[in-house]
C-alpha cells in the first residue's frame, strides 16, 4: 500500500513540474517535435516486461548490431524442430529448420515461407500458423537456473551440518532464514502441530521468489515474477497442496458452516466455494501486478532522463530512480514475504481441527 502511494507521488509530482522544466520535447533540425525517442523508450519497456527467445545485452547504436546470448528454440511442426534463436537475427531473419521456415514476430513464432510473408485479416492480425512453442526462453531459463541454484544451495545446507549442529560456509546465511520462514511465517500461521510438512514448499517459495525478485533488478532483464505464467504456476502449486492436504473440518466450513442458521449455510456455502478459487487468484495478481508496476515505474523514470534536457530536472529524476530503486530492493523482499506468509495462513485454513478454532 505504501510502495503504490509512493509511485502515485512520483507520477503526480511528474505531472505537475513538467511545465517548468524545459526541454520535455525534442526538436529535430526540420523544427518538428520529435516523438521516435518516446516511442523508443515505450517499446523498451513494453519488450523488457515481456518474455523472449533471447538475453538482449546491448546493442551497437554506430553499427546497429544486436549483441544477446540465443536461447534453443523447440517447435512442435512437422516433427521436432530445434534451432537456436540467433537463427532470426533478432527478427529480421526468416530460421529454417528441415525445410520448414519460421518468422519470429513480436515474440511470437509464426510458419512461413523463404521470404517471410505474413498474412493479415481485417483487423490485421496474423493470419498464419503457429507452431506449438516449447522453447527454452528467458523466463523458462531464468527459472531452470535459479531452480538449480537453490539445490545448490540447500544441498551445501543440508551437508554443512553432518559434522555438527552448526551451519558451515554458505549455511550461516542461509540458516536465518529457515528460521525466519519457519518461526515468522510457518508457525504462527500454522501451528506447531502441522507445519513441518509445509516447510519445504514455503521456504522454497519464499527463497525463490526473492532471489528472482533481487535478479530482477539486473541489467539482464530477468522479468520472471512480472510474468502471469510465472505467478499462476506458483498461485496453483498453493491451491493443489490446500485442497489435496486439508481436513474435513475445512470442507465442513465451506459447504455446511456450523453455527450458523441453516438459510445463511444454504447462502454463504457458494460463496465459500467461490472464494476457495479467489484466493489463489488474489496471490498470483498481487505478486505479478506489484513486480510489473515497480519495473514500469522505474523504467519510466530512466526513460524520463532522456526526454528532458534540463539539468535540474534529470537530476531529479535520477535522484528519484535511485530512490525508487532502493525501494524495489526492499519491494523485492516483501513480495516473498507476502506470498509466502498468505500461502502459509491458507495452508492453516486447510489442516485447522474443530479444537484449535475454538
Known sequence: ??????????????????????????????????????????????????????????????????????????????GLQVFMSSAFHHGESVAESNGNFYFLHHNHIYKTDAEGTLNYDDNHHITNASPLDFSITKSVFSVIVFSLILFLLFKALGDSYKNGLVARGIGKFLEPLVIFVRDEIAVPNIGKKHYRKYMSYLLTVFVFIWFINLAGLTPLGINVTGNIA???????????????????????????MP??????????????????????????????????????????????????NNWFARGAFLGLTLFLSIIELLVAFL????????????????????????
Open 230 to 256: 510465472v505467478t499462476f504456476a506458483l498461485a496453483i502449486m498453493t491451491f493443489l497442496i490446500t485442497q489435496l492436504t486439508a481436513k474435513g473440518y475445512y470442507w465442513k466450513h465451506i459447504f455446511w
Open 335 to 358: 513480495q516473498a514475504y507476502i506470498f509466502t506468509m498468505l500461502t502459509a495462513l491458507y495452508f492453516g485454513f486447510a489442516v485447522e481441527e474443530h479444537d484449535e478454532h475454538h
Open 1 to 78: 500500500m505504501m510502495r503504490d502511494k509512493i509511485c502515485f507521488f512520483l507520477i503526480t509530482l511528474t505531472l505537475v513540474l513538467a511545465p517548468f522544466f524545459g526541454g520535455a520535447s525534442e526538436v529535430n533540425e526540420h523544427g518538428a517535435d520529435s516523438v521516435s525517442l518516446r516511442d523508443e523508450i515505450k517499446q523498451d519497456i513494453l519488450h523488457h516486461l515481456q518474455d523472449a527467445h533471447d538475453f538482449h545485452l546491448f546493442t551497437d547504436e554506430e553499427t546497429g548490431t544486436h549483441v544477446s546470448m540465443p536461447l534453443p528454440i523447440i517447435l512442435l511442426d512437422d
Open 259 to 308: 453455527g450458523v442458521p441453516v438459510p445463511m449455510k444454504i447462502i454463504l456455502a457458494p460463496i465459500e466455494l467461490l472464494g476457495v478459487f479467489i484466493k489463489p487468484f488474489a496471490l498470483m495478481i498481487r505478486l505479478y501486478a506489484n513486480i510489473s508496476a515497480g519495473h514500469i515505474v522505474l523504467m519510466s523514470l530512466i526513460g524520463l532522463l532522456f526526454i528532458f
